[in-house]
């Protein structure tokens, strides 16, 4: 049995390139192992009402935004200093349920209530809720850092099960061999970001969890170009993070290819 949830206020939009298709291009729990429950249900004495971004903290990491004219429901992307990214402060209140920012030229998606939380050795964001929003957001995040991030073995340690990653390094070069020339746009984000023809579009998101949430299944569907794409994940109770595995990236790449020709319900058996 598995527990499906749409969040049409997600509505992560699809960065999509010259041509109609997506230009985005598990360690596992153990099956007794008790879901964490979302963030917004952790009920503390020490719990605080979120609170709206400080204008001090924006004024310090983050530059005039880019608009986006395109996107109904997220107008604009910001630019953060970072190039990788800025992590929202904890128990942080957004206008919306994300916000958009310029990494390595492409955009992506941060919550100050599902992720990312953390940062990987060599800086990247990472660290997703184990939950329905945080599985979504995970999914989108290693499609478009598979993308823009220069070193691809640094990308399989850091976001791929490690039990499933042996040959990933060499069947992602084949897919994308152009990865490792890529270190002068992301370093650049900001200015690469700006001069872009690209623009972002609204994408419904659905993601379903398995019974111990230990698995989960996202669907992107891109109403504009009625396509879906499927990015399958897994939790990893030693990082305490959603990971991708070689198979799962696999499955994404087929429905890349063939965004039109997809079954509609959830498929755990990669």
């Given amino acids: 049995m598995t527990r499906t949830l749409l969040h049409p206020a997600l509505r992560l939009p699809l960065i999509t390139g010259l041509v109609a298709a997506v ?3 598990c360690g596992s729990g153990g099956d007794d192992s008790p879901p964490s429950p979302p963030i917004g249900d952790r009920h503390s004495s020490t719990a605080t009402v979120p609170t709206p971004l400080a204008p001090t903290w924006t004024k310090q990491h983050l530059t005039e935004p880019v608009l986006e004219p395109d996107a109904a429901n997220i107008p604009f992307t910001q630019v953060p200093d970072n190039p990788k990214g800025e992590l929202l402060p904890p128990n942080t209140k957004l206008d919306g349920p994300v916000m958009w920012q310029a990494v390595g030229c492409q955009a992506l998606a941060f919550s100050a209530d599902a992720g990312p939380t953390r940062r990987t050795d060599g800086g990247w964001p990472a660290g997703w809720n ?32 490690p039990d499933t990653a042996t040959g ?30 690209i623009r972002r579009v609204d994408l419904d998101v659905a993601a379903t969890l398995s019974d111990n949430n230990t698995r989960a299944a996202v669907r992107f569907y891109s109403p504009k170009y009625q396509a ?7 939790w990893d109770d030693a990082d305490n993070d959603w990971k991708a595995t ?25």
Avoid: H
Wanted: net charge negative; with cysteine.
């Fill in 130 to 161: 184990r939950t329905e929003k945080g599985a979504a957001l995970a999914a989108w995040s290693m499609a478009i850092l598979f993308e823009v991030m220069p070193d691809r073995a640094e990308f399989t340690t850091a976001y791929l099960a």
């Fill in 23 to 25: 230009l985005a291009g």
């Fill in 168 to 197: 990933f390094v060499a069947s992602s070069e084949v897919r994308d061999p152009r990865a490792g020339v890529r270190a002068a746009q992301w370093r650049e984000a900001a200015q690469c970001f700006r001069s872009s023809p």
């Fill in 246 to 270: 070689k198979d799962g990236f696999r499955q994404y790449w087929n429905t890349v290819d063939e965004p039109t020709d997809r079954p509609i319900t959830a498929d755990f058996s990669w």
């Fill in 228 to 234: 879906t794409w499927d990015f399958p994940l897994v």
